[in-house]
């Protein structure tokens, strides 16, 4: 066991689970799969904490949904300093490298809440680094993979600003064609927080073969997602198997430095996600499994955090 990995998950909907759920960040009274104790037991360093508003919510009150999970945050900031650090730059970072507490990077998953693009910067003031533009949906500025528009005018002002203020784009729930105009658009090292590969597992959220070279090429992460829809890979329920199966097939086609971890945990029902890795806590043990299957101990810290890390320390 590797138990001083730094671990970074791309991808936790922690706000939207305690607001939707109305669940306690440290002890909910409903099942779910992430809290601080949690957090802490899996050596989970960095989180991508996500702004995710409801379909149901649309359109009448995203721009509330959303207000209302950065204030969420906001309050975890401050009720648990010791334990949390929002990151906003470089010195930030660092500084979580050097200490023992918990970063959070706020991840827009849906740039659906930014009701103009000149209002980009009022959401970077409140933490955001890292957006999609579209969840599976489409909106004024993308298209998600339920529909196969691409990005409008609005979507490439508003990735031009994201490149202004270094913004990180995810490729992640983008629909082909938006996915390839994004990546053109896209000064930094773009991201797919949470999808695996399409050719081990045909859902429309994974991604075909040269989408996931396309990240490479230009120096991005893939994060492994742990959701079962997009990791099966036989007509059994998904396993850690499946998970390395994935990890495989994108480290032998896009390199040791492009593949990291994006759980989705809370995107869904616990009985959605492999038993053996249903709650953050659990994370360390994709690392074992890895391990046990002849990854070597620098493979696997990029694979749990190293990659992530490198693309953030570019980026922010």
Known sequence: MLDDLFIVDAHEDIAFHLSFFKRDFVNPNIPCMITLPWLKEGNVRLV????????KL?????????????????????????????????????SLEKNSKIGFLT????????????QLHEFYDRGARIIGLAWNDQNKY??????????????????????????????????EKCFWEALELCDSIPIATHSNAKSLTDHPRNLK??????????????GLVLYNQFLKTT??????????AHADHMIKLCGEDHVGIGSDMDGGKIDQFPEEVCTVANLQKIADFFLENGYSEELIRKIMGGNFLRVLNENL
């Not at 073969?209 to 893939?222: C, K, N, P, S």
């Open 142 to 175: 993308a298209s998600g993979t339920n529909t196969n528009s691409g990005i409008t005018n609005e979507g490439k002002d508003l990735i031009k600003r994201m490149n202004d203020l270094m913004i990180t784009v995810d490729l992640s729930h983008l629909n």
């Open 209 to 222: 073969d040269d989408q996931l070279r396309a990240i490479a090429e230009r120096g991005g992460v893939i």
């Open 58 to 94: 649309k359109p009448q009150k995203t721009l509330e949904a959303a207000l209302g999970q950065f204030s969420i945050y906001e309050r975890i900031y401050k009720n648990h300093e010791n334990d949390i650090l929002k990151i906003k730059n470089k010195d930030d970072l660092l």
């Open 48 to 55: 991508f904490n996500t702004i995710f508003v409801h379909p």
């Open 235 to 244: 007509g059994k329920k998904p396993s850690l198997e499946d998970v390395f």
């Open 107 to 118: 991840l827009m998953e849906g740039a659906d809440p930014i009701e103009e693009p000149r």
